[in-house]
T-cell receptor, first 115, second 114 residues
Framework: ETGVTQSPTHLIKTRGQQVTLRCSSQ?????VSWYQQALGQGPQFIFQ???????GRGNFPPRFSGLQFPNYSSELNVNALELDDSALYLC??????????????FGPGTRLTVT | AQSVSQHNHHVILSEAASLELGCNYS??????LFWYVQYPGQHLQLLLK??????LVKGIKGFEAEFIKSKFSFNLRKPSVQWSDTAEYFC????????????FGAGTRLAVHP
């Protein structure tokens, strides 16, 4: 069974640029959730995708957007980067045809630094 | 708004000492509660979860947690810690109608000295 993977591991961007982060869900999982973890804080929910549609969103502006593909992998896109976007971005997958979506399995994260 | 508070940001213990990490939440309805652990250099892993039934929940590696509804608490305990328990611990809440999103506390960093 393959776990959740994320790419890239680290990324440095300049303020105003755009970034795309990628996540491959655990085998069989149909739901992907994205979280932002700023330094010294717990993860904060950005949004969730279920069967290629956004299924819920946290308090993040529209410049945070996402996609889920037919194979359930997902992308997080952030436009017009700000310094405060510097954080660890976590992807979590969950849910199969027979198991619930509330048990989430996390990937290692992408560390984004905005300068 | 729903929230989770973890009282201790840093805890330092010697091996064999007992551990209790506090977690309180703010939500008046039905909740699911979780403890996640992040070992150095590793990703978040689920330690244990509470959905319903027995309020005393046992997880992996000898950890347990007690849900006390009247106190809105879900404290994590371990009778005797080991050096390998050094990690950051996060309490998290999930509520019905919340899209299965997790609301995390700020975390408690535990250091266990040999």
């Amino acid at each position: 069974e393959t776990g959740v993977t994320q790419s890239p591991t680290h990324l440095i961007k300049t303020r105003g640029q755009q970034v795309t982060l990628r996540c491959s869900s655990q085998s069989g999982h149909n739901t992907v959730s994205w979280y932002q973890q700023a330094l010294g804080q717990g993860p904060q929910f950005i949004f969730q995708y279920y069967r290629e549609e956004e299924n819920g969103r946290g308090n993040f502006p529209p410049r945070f957007s996402g996609l889920q593909f037919p194979n359930y992998s997902s992308e997080l896109n952030v436009n017009a980067l700000e310094l405060d976007d510097s954080a660890l971005y976590l992807c979590a997958s969950s849910g199969t045809a027979t198991t619930p979506r509330y048990e989430q399995y996390f990937g290692p994260g992408t560390r984004l630094t905005v300068t | 708004a729903q929230s989770v508070s973890q009282h201790n940001h840093h805890v330092i213990l010697s091996e064999a000492a007992s551990l209790e990490l506090g977690c309180n939440y703010s939500y008046g309805g039905t909740v699911n509660l979780f403890w996640y652990v992040q070992y150095p250099g590793q990703h978040l892993q689920l330690l244990l979860k509470y959905f319903s039934g027995d309020p005393l929940v046992k997880g992996i590696k000898g950890f347990e947690a007690e849900f006390i509804k009247s106190k809105f608490s879900f404290n994590l305990r371990k009778p005797s810690v080991q050096w390998s328990d050094t990690a950051e611990y996060f309490c998290a809440l999930m509520f019905s109608g919340g899209y299965n999103k997790l609301i995390f506390g700020a975390g408690t960093r535990l250091a266990v000295h040999p």
